[in-house]
């Protein structure tokens, strides 16, 4: 099938269960340098957690810190926290559990655009080369994170 066909048979298929609302929940930026040196090399973490279900909805807050470091230099230039608040609506019923691991597995591709959006503008602003935050495979990621978990589970059992 060649790349003509398949763009012209590719269907979107939504899910029952949607993003129906993000927001920024907190921004705090410390500017340690009056003049950055550029190139700067970024640390970068992510962190979310996930509400219970209430009225087939969920909220997640999705936490992204980036330390902007000198090269040569472990001292932060710049630090860059963001908290986005993501609202998942079902339109069908379905278990909380089933409902809780979507929302798990979907709050960070799905809030990420937004993550990205703010930090590329603002580091722009800030008279700086525009930080451009990564791009993700999910897939992959979600392998590693099982894989890291299961070696946790592993190496607890151990004294």
């Given at each position: 099938?060649?790349?003509?066909?398949?763009?012209?048979?590719?269907?979107?298929?939504?899910?029952?269960?949607?993003?129906?609302?993000?927001?920024?929940?907190?921004?705090?930026?410390?500017?340690?340098?009056?003049?950055?040196?550029?190139?700067?090399?970024?640390?970068?973490?992510?962190?979310?957690?996930?509400?219970?279900?209430?009225?087939?909805r969920?909220?997640?807050?999705?936490?992204?810190?980036?330390?902007?470091?000198?090269?040569?230099?472990?001292?932060?230039?710049?630090?860059?926290?963001?908290?986005?608040?993501?609202?998942?609506?079902s339109?069908e019923?379905?278990?909380?559990?089933?409902?809780?691991?979507?929302?798990?597995?979907?709050?960070?591709?799905?809030?990420?655009?937004?993550?990205?959006?703010?930090?590329?503008?603002?580091?722009?602003?800030?008279?700086?080369?525009?930080?451009?935050?990564p791009?993700?495979?999910?897939?992959q990621s979600?392998?590693?994170?099982?894989?890291?978990?299961?070696?946790?589970?592993?190496n607890?059992?151990?004294?």
């Open positions: 099938m060649d790349k003509s066909t398949a763009y012209s048979e590719y269907v979107i298929s939504k899910t029952m269960i949607q993003l129906e609302e993000a927001s920024l929940e907190g921004l705090t930026i410390l500017k340690e340098e009056k003049e950055i040196i550029m190139p700067l090399y970024n640390d970068l973490s992510f962190g979310f957690k996930v509400s219970e279900v209430e009225n087939n969920i909220t997640a807050f999705f936490k992204t810190v980036i330390d902007c470091k000198t090269l040569g230099s472990d001292e932060n230039s710049i630090s860059i926290e963001c908290i986005y608040r993501g609202v998942f609506v339109n019923e379905i278990n909380a559990s089933d409902f809780t691991e979507f929302v798990e597995i979907q709050t960070v591709p799905q809030l990420v655009p937004y993550v990205r959006s703010l930090i590329t503008s603002l580091s722009a602003q800030m008279n700086m080369d525009p930080i451009i935050l791009t993700m495979d999910i897939i979600l392998i590693k994170n099982a894989q890291h978990e299961e070696s946790e589970d592993l607890e059992g151990r004294d």
